[in-house]
């Protein structure tokens, strides 16, 4: 469910909640096998675990 939300929202600007409670917000790049790559408002790139993604917050 969390692979087919974060694939429709590819080029739009989201926030992933993870297990341990952080959020990390980002543009979605793309879904690969099992990680999620974020691209950052600094232009950073962040790699997030799909398995440790609890929910998925579109802005």
Same mark, same amino acid.
């Given at each position: 469910?969390?692979?087919?939300?974060?694939?429709?929202?590819?080029?739009?600007? @989201? /926030? *992933? %909640? !993870?297990?341990?409670?952080?959020? +990390?917000?980002?543009?979605?790049? =793309?879904?690969?096998?099992?990680? @999620? /790559? *974020? %691209? !950052?408002?600094?232009?950073?790139? +962040?790699?997030?675990?799909?398995? =440790?993604?609890?929910?998925?917050?579109?802005?």
């Amino acid at each position: 469910m969390i692979v087919h939300i974060l694939n429709r929202s590819r080029g739009k600007f @989201v /926030v *992933l %909640k !993870t297990v341990s409670a952080e959020e +990390i917000g980002g543009r979605v790049i =793309k879904v690969n096998k099992g990680v @999620v /790559v *974020l %691209k !950052t408002l600094l232009g950073t790139r +962040i790699f997030v675990p799909i398995n =440790k993604i609890v929910a998925v917050i579109k802005r």
